[in-house]
């Protein structure tokens, strides 16, 4: 036993010899990492090269790197949104050698990295009109769609959420964007996989299948220059996300979570109970008087609710043997303000980025997704309930209609009526699944024997399916007709990419130049499955509706070719010119327009970089931008609309043998030359920065032209199809002027404000609509609610699309409108409809968006307001309820008004009159938050918490719900809540 011990003991002094050896040949390297405003920096990656020594700083900015042989060696310190700087250092034995670093924040760095498409160039050598907005700025509080979050940041662009529902879409718009009936909305490319835009059923808004907090940074490209290099798919902007990526060091696990409550803030104002009573006992004969009853009850009230939201989040993120690695988990719970609207979402994200071949092959693979469920309220609900008489209770025990109060006719529902609000919520049951998955591997190779070429390998996905079931009680008000309601729903998006190109660049020394260039080839398919399921009575027996086919496939496929060189002179003088050629499906294979070319050049001087102002200590950046060329559209035209299509014709079109009657085919009208849109840009724009960066921003000023418009015109009656036909017909115009201003007005190391502000002036007009000149012709766009058939929208010459097409209103001597009584536009005696003129439109001529953020020590205020003027809305709530002919509803109910009734007093409805039509010019602020970082807590975690208010007011004329609706047409809109939120961070 003694042996035993004394060989023990023996090895355990032979190893503490060979330890203390081993440490007396090695250091250690502790220090910190400041931003220039010697703030801390926590998560910084610090990594000794070529070693696996690796660690994070903590909150405090501090690192330690243990276990470092004795010699000189090179640090780097990287932070995404930060240069990264590298110190050489010198360790000696036994010993720690101390160092500081101070990272510069890339937003002041002209050498800040920005992602363009198929690549990055360093802002200094921009030759187009690009933004970026990094996760720092972004707007904080409950943010359920990627969208959200750069609201109000960027010049040029205007997003426009759909209302409060949870997960809700938005309208997203880059410079206003360039087509009327094909799309008009931007492409969005995330992590290079560009996202099938295709509406996925089970979920309310397809952007809400990507979780926010996954997203690092986005770049918003918006002339041609930029987005050329993207073709057929570019015309109204491209949006580039780029999502968060592993780093080198040890683990790092973050948890995040936010928990809000949304409340209605703001309803539509209506008639109380009492006024209501006073008016129909004045105004009412005896049968009407008869119809109310002795409740007082707020519909709206009714319906809404408080909602609660939690949204958590937790990531690992690091790097093993050399791979960097992130993996993401996030689940979200969103009830919405009306009654039974949920959306519950799981999400999930990997990353890694292993590098080979002496780091000459990097590998990028990213996987994401999701899966939702959710409960749809029915948003009926929402203009029932402004309508709904206030003076009938929400239960009625004697109701055969599931204990809910109805408006009857005989033995049935009065299908004159509205129903009742609440019962429309409960005695509904619509329920959505979707689940989204999209991911690439991206391989990009340095060749070994030419170091300045690179192939890159671009393989990715965007796949998607939606489904979900309707369910109806046959005691139910709102489908008592066809006894209950059973129906199921579900499609499959596919979305395949596979890109390569070539990319090289050399530096020139002996000619002081630079080339950067591309050359590439992309193959897209997109499919879309659609199933048509029957639909059923509540005891599942009886077909409603039988569908044709089982099913329906689109399906559509653009191979592309595209080429970019950029080359540099001194540093100081820089051309670009950019082509694509796209082949699409959805063009005759036979005709040569299935083939478009679309090109683009650019010319950027950095005057700044001249011998007589780059000395100056206060100008640091000077740069003009000039950039034209072309950029093509081909969605929202249908994948086979230049071939021949049978449809079915509708119930008035049925063909008799014997007894039965028998459903006809008819030709659809088809164009078989059908070509791209295409749209034409220039861009003059200035780069301006002062005091080494702390002042910076831009100008642009831009002319967009589109051509062979895809519009809708008539044919003769008569031809044997149907009387409308898609064709490329017309023209638009586009222009505008967008300024940023960026800066830091205090920077100290306790105290430090920066502000931002954006402007942006926008003005757009048709200039052809037909195929021989007709300034006179117009089509129209919109139509109303409440007046079937009429449309209040249309688009004509010389004025911008979707203006408001109505009468004159004549106003009395109390300034009260006079019920039918408009203004002789044409002279001719009488009111007809050539007396109807053109007034406003809905889309804004200025955009302005303002950030400010305050920071002393480790409090930080920051806010954001945005401003729309001179966009106007038509009041369709009031236009369509605000009538006597409502209230004493000859249909047999008593039915609410809005308060715009006691200021006209209408007898009936005067939809075309531009009473309605308002101005809804707004400002807005949408953000205010409070955080407070404290730091390292108890040496093992950092800390971080925030308070937050989201649509904190509005300022308006307008006198409706909400001045933001993007059709212009305010009707039934979801209120958009207001949201206090409570954040915690903990970092491990």
Same mark, same amino acid.
């Given at each position: 036993?003694?042996?035993?011990?004394?060989?023990?003991?023996?090895?355990?002094?032979?190893?503490?010899?060979?330890?203390?050896?081993?440490?007396?040949?090695?250091?250690?390297?502790?220090?910190?990492?400041?931003?220039?405003?010697?703030?801390?920096?926590?998560?910084?990656?610090? !990594?000794?090269?070529?070693?696996?020594?690796? !660690?994070?700083?903590?909150?405090?900015?501090?690192?330690?790197?243990?276990?470092?042989?004795?010699?000189?060696?090179?640090?780097?310190?990287?932070? $995404?949104?930060?240069?990264?700087?590298?110190?050489?250092?010198?360790?000696?034995?036994?010993?720690?050698?101390?160092?500081?670093?101070?990272?510069?924040?890339?937003?002041?760095?002209?050498?800040?990295?920005?992602?363009?498409?198929?690549?990055?160039?360093?802002?200094?050598?921009?030759?187009?009109?690009?933004?970026?907005?990094?996760?720092?700025?972004?707007?904080?509080?409950?943010?359920?769609?990627?969208?959200?979050? $750069?609201?109000?940041?960027?010049?040029?662009?205007?997003?426009?959420?759909?209302?409060?529902?949870?997960?809700?879409?938005?309208?997203?718009?880059?410079?206003?964007?360039?087509?009327?009936?094909?799309?008009?909305?931007?492409?969005?490319?995330?992590?290079?996989?560009?996202?099938?835009?295709?509406?996925?059923?089970?979920?309310?808004?397809?952007?809400?299948?990507?979780?926010?907090?996954?997203?690092?940074?986005?770049?918003?490209?918006?002339?041609?220059?930029?987005?050329?290099?993207?073709?057929?798919?570019?015309?109204?902007?491209?949006?580039?996300?780029?999502?968060?990526?592993?780093?080198?060091?040890?683990?790092?696990?973050?948890?995040?979570?936010?928990?809000?409550?949304?409340?209605?803030? *703001?309803?539509?104002?209506?008639?109380?109970?009492?006024?209501?009573?006073?008016?129909?006992?004045?105004?009412?004969?005896?049968?009407?008087?008869?119809?109310?009853?002795?409740?007082?009850?707020?519909?709206?009230?009714?319906?809404?609710?408080?909602?609660?939201?939690?949204?958590?989040?937790?990531?690992?993120?690091?790097?093993?043997?050399?791979?960097?690695?992130?993996?993401?988990?996030?689940?979200?719970?969103?009830?919405?303000?009306?009654? *039974?609207?949920?959306?519950?979402?799981?999400?999930?994200?990997?990353?890694?980025?292993?590098?080979?071949?002496?780091?000459?092959?990097?590998?990028?693979?990213?996987?994401?997704?999701?899966?939702?469920?959710?409960?749809?309220?029915?948003?009926?609900? $929402?203009?029932?309930?402004?309508?709904?008489?206030?003076?009938?209770?929400?239960?009625?025990?004697?109701?055969?209609?599931?204990?809910?109060?109805?408006?009857?006719?005989?033995?049935?529902?009065?299908?004159?009526?509205?129903?009742?609000?609440?019962?429309?919520?409960?005695?509904?049951?619509?329920?959505?699944?979707?689940?989204?998955?999209?991911?690439?591997?991206?391989?990009?190779?340095?060749?070994?024997?030419?170091?300045?070429?690179?192939?890159?390998?671009?393989?990715?996905?965007?796949?998607?399916?939606?489904?979900?079931?309707?369910?109806?009680?046959?005691?139910?008000?709102?489908?008592?007709?066809?006894?209950?309601?059973?129906?199921?729903?579900?499609?499959?998006?596919?979305?395949?990419?596979?890109?390569?190109?070539?990319?090289?660049?050399?530096?020139?020394?002996? $000619?002081?130049?630079?080339?950067?260039?591309?050359?590439?080839?992309?193959?897209?398919?997109?499919? *879309?499955?659609?199933?048509?399921?029957?639909?059923?009575?509540?005891?599942?027996?009886?077909?409603?509706? /039988?569908?044709?086919?089982?099913?329906?496939?689109?399906?559509?496929?653009?191979?592309?070719?595209?080429?970019?060189?950029?080359?540099?002179?001194?540093?100081?003088?820089?051309?670009?010119?950019?082509?694509?050629?796209?082949?699409?499906?959805?063009?005759?294979?036979?005709?040569?327009?299935?083939?478009?070319?679309?090109?683009?050049?650019?010319?950027?001087?950095?005057?700044?970089?001249?011998?007589?102002?780059?000395?100056? /200590?206060?100008?640091?950046?000077?740069?003009?931008?000039?950039?034209?060329?072309? !950029?093509?559209?081909?969605?929202?035209?249908?994948?086979?609309?230049?071939?021949?299509?049978?449809?079915?014709?509708?119930?008035?079109?049925?063909?008799?043998?014997?007894?039965?009657?028998?459903?006809?085919?008819?030709?659809?009208?088809?164009?078989?030359?059908?070509?791209?849109?295409?749209?034409?840009?220039?861009?003059?724009?200035?780069?301006?920065?002062?005091?080494?960066?702390?002042?910076?921003?831009?100008?642009?000023?831009?002319?967009?032209?589109?051509?062979?418009?895809?519009?809708?015109?008539?044919?003769?009656?008569?031809? /044997?199809?149907?009387?409308?036909?898609?064709?490329?017909?017309?023209?638009?115009?586009?222009?505008?002027?967008?300024?940023?201003?960026?800066?830091?007005?205090?920077?100290?190391?306790?105290?430090?404000?920066?502000?931002?502000?954006?402007?942006?002036?926008?003005?757009?007009?048709?200039?052809?609509?037909?195929?021989?000149?007709?300034?006179?012709?117009?089509?129209?766009?919109?139509?109303?609610?409440?007046?079937?058939?009429?449309?209040?929208?249309?688009?004509?010459?010389?004025?911008?699309?979707?203006?408001?097409?109505?009468?004159?209103?004549?106003?009395?001597?109390?300034?009260?409108?006079?019920?039918?009584?408009?203004?002789?536009?044409?002279?001719?005696?009488?009111?007809?409809?050539?007396?109807?003129?053109?007034?406003?439109?809905?889309?804004?001529?200025?955009?302005?968006?303002?950030?400010?953020?305050?920071?002393?020590?480790?409090?930080?205020?920051?806010?954001?307001?945005?401003?729309?003027?001179?966009?106007?809305?038509?009041?369709?709530?009031?236009?369509?309820?605000?009538?006597?002919?409502?209230?004493?509803?000859?249909?047999?109910?008593?039915?609410?008004?809005?308060?715009?009734?006691?200021?006209?007093?209408?007898?009936?409805?005067?939809?075309?009159?531009?009473?309605?039509?308002?101005?809804?010019?707004?400002?807005?602020?949408?953000?205010?938050?409070?955080?407070?970082?404290?730091?390292?807590?108890?040496?093992?975690?950092?800390?971080?918490?925030?308070?937050?208010?989201?649509?904190?007011?509005?300022?308006?004329?307008?006198?409706?719900?909400?001045?933001?609706?993007?059709?212009?047409?305010?009707?039934?809109?979801?209120?958009?809540?207001?949201?206090?939120?409570?954040?915690?961070?903990?970092?491990?």
């Amino acid at each position: 036993m003694r042996r035993f011990y004394l060989k023990n003991y023996v090895l355990l002094l032979a190893l503490m010899l060979v330890s203390g050896f081993a440490f007396a040949q090695s250091g250690s390297i502790s220090g910190t990492v400041l931003d220039t405003k010697r703030e801390s920096l926590p998560g910084v990656s610090v !990594t000794v090269d070529g070693t696996t020594v690796g !660690t994070a700083t903590d909150m405090n900015g501090a690192f330690k790197l243990n276990s470092v042989s004795a010699g000189t060696h090179t640090i780097t310190a990287k932070y $995404i949104g930060y240069t990264t700087l590298t110190k050489t250092v010198t360790v000696t034995a036994g010993q720690t050698t101390n160092v500081e670093f101070l990272l510069t924040a890339e937003s002041q760095s002209l050498n800040e990295v920005v992602v363009i498409g198929y690549g990055t160039q360093q802002k200094k050598e921009l030759t187009g009109s690009i933004a970026t907005v990094s996760s720092k700025d972004f707007q904080k509080g409950t943010i359920t769609s990627p969208e959200q979050l $750069i609201n109000g940041k960027v010049a040029g662009v205007q997003i426009v959420s759909g209302g409060g529902q949870p997960g809700a879409g938005s309208e997203i718009r880059i410079r206003a964007g360039a087509s009327l009936n094909a799309s008009k909305s931007p492409l969005i490319v995330v992590d290079n996989v560009p996202l099938n835009a295709d509406l996925i059923s089970g979920v309310a808004n397809p952007l809400t299948l990507i979780n926010p907090n996954d997203i690092e940074t986005f770049t918003v490209l918006k002339d041609a220059n930029a987005t050329a290099i993207y073709g057929s798919r570019a015309s109204n902007g491209v949006i580039l996300i780029t999502t968060k990526k592993g780093a080198s060091g040890k683990p790092q696990i973050n948890f995040s979570t936010n928990n809000s409550l949304s409340t209605a803030n *703001r309803k539509v104002n209506v008639l109380s109970t009492n006024q209501l009573r006073d008016y129909v006992n004045t105004n009412g004969n005896a049968t009407q008087k008869g119809l109310l009853g002795d409740a007082s009850t707020n519909w709206q009230n009714e319906i809404f609710r408080n909602a609660y939201t939690t949204d958590n989040n937790l990531s690992v993120s690091g790097s093993a043997k050399n791979t960097p690695y992130r993996v993401n988990i996030g689940y979200l719970n969103q009830d919405g303000i009306l009654m *039974r609207d949920n959306m519950n979402r799981v999400s999930g994200a990997i990353g890694i980025s292993p590098k080979f071949f002496d780091k000459h092959l990097k590998v990028d693979l990213n996987i994401k997704g999701t899966y939702s469920k959710s409960t749809f309220a029915n948003q009926g609900a $929402i203009g029932s309930a402004i309508m709904f008489d206030p003076t009938q209770t929400v239960r009625d025990t004697s109701s055969k209609y599931g204990d809910y109060f109805e408006w009857q006719s005989g033995a049935n529902p009065n299908p004159n009526t509205p129903r009742n609000p609440v019962a429309l919520i409960n005695l509904k049951d619509d329920k959505g699944r979707a689940a989204r998955s999209f991911g690439n591997l991206q391989l990009d190779y340095t060749f070994h024997f030419l170091p300045e070429m690179r192939a890159n390998l671009n393989v990715g996905y965007d796949v998607s399916r939606g489904q979900g079931t309707t369910v109806v009680p046959d005691f139910a008000a709102q489908n008592y007709s066809t006894q209950g309601l059973r129906s199921r729903y579900m499609n499959d998006v596919s979305n395949k990419v596979l890109e390569f190109y070539l990319a090289y660049k050399k530096d020139f020394k002996s $000619i002081n130049s630079n080339l950067d260039a591309i050359a590439g080839y992309g193959y897209y398919d997109n499919k *879309r499955t659609t199933n048509n399921y029957s639909s059923y009575r509540f005891d599942g027996t009886t077909a409603i509706s /039988n569908p044709v086919f089982p099913f329906d496939i689109q399906q559509s496929r653009l191979l592309s070719y595209y080429g970019r060189a950029i080359y540099t002179y001194a540093g100081k003088y820089i051309l670009s010119g950019t082509i694509r050629t796209d082949g699409s499906s959805r063009f005759s294979p036979e005709d040569r327009h299935r083939w478009g070319v679309f090109p683009s050049g650019a010319f950027t001087w950095r005057i700044s970089e001249e011998p007589m102002l780059k000395s100056s /200590n206060t100008l640091s950046d000077l740069k003009l931008r000039v950039s034209y060329g072309v !950029t093509g559209q081909q969605d929202g035209i249908g994948n086979y609309t230049y071939q021949p299509i049978y449809g079915l014709s509708a119930n008035e079109s049925q063909y008799q043998f014997g007894n039965q009657f028998y459903y006809m085919y008819a030709p659809t009208a088809y164009d078989k030359d059908l070509r791209w849109e295409s749209t034409a840009t220039t861009n003059i724009g200035i780069d301006y920065g002062f005091l080494n960066g702390r002042i910076s921003g831009a100008v642009d000023v831009f002319y967009k032209k589109t051509k062979d418009l895809l519009a809708v015109v008539n044919i003769p009656v008569g031809s /044997n199809f149907s009387n409308q036909l898609l064709t490329n017909v017309g023209n638009m115009e586009n222009k505008g002027v967008e300024f940023s201003i960026n800066g830091a007005a205090i920077k100290s190391k306790s105290f430090n404000w920066d502000l931002g502000f954006n402007f942006t002036y926008l003005e757009n007009k048709v200039t052809n609509l037909t195929l021989v000149p007709d300034d006179d012709y117009f089509v129209p766009a919109t139509t109303i609610t409440g007046a079937t058939g009429n449309y209040i929208q249309y688009h004509t010459i010389n004025r911008a699309p979707n203006s408001f097409y109505v009468y004159k209103q004549v106003y009395g001597d109390n300034g009260k409108p006079l019920e039918g009584v408009y203004e002789d536009l044409d002279g001719d005696g009488s009111i007809t409809a050539s007396d109807r003129y053109f007034y406003k439109n809905p889309a804004p001529k200025f955009l302005m968006g303002f950030t400010t953020s305050v920071n002393y020590q480790k409090w930080t205020v920051a806010t954001v307001l945005r401003a729309s003027i001179g966009n106007y809305m038509y009041d369709n709530i009031s236009s369509n309820l605000a009538t006597r002919s409502n209230i004493l509803n000859s249909g047999g109910s008593i039915n609410n008004a809005p308060v715009d009734f006691l200021n006209t007093g209408f007898t009936v409805n005067q939809y075309n009159s531009d009473y309605y039509v308002k101005n809804a010019s707004f400002l807005k602020m949408d953000n205010l938050s409070l955080s407070y970082n404290a730091g390292r807590v108890a040496n093992s975690f950092n800390l971080s918490v925030s308070a937050n208010v989201q649509n904190v007011f509005v300022v308006s004329k307008y006198k409706g719900l909400d001045p933001e609706v993007f059709t212009g047409i305010d009707y039934n809109l979801y209120p958009r809540p207001r949201i206090y939120t409570l954040g915690l961070n903990v970092g491990f």
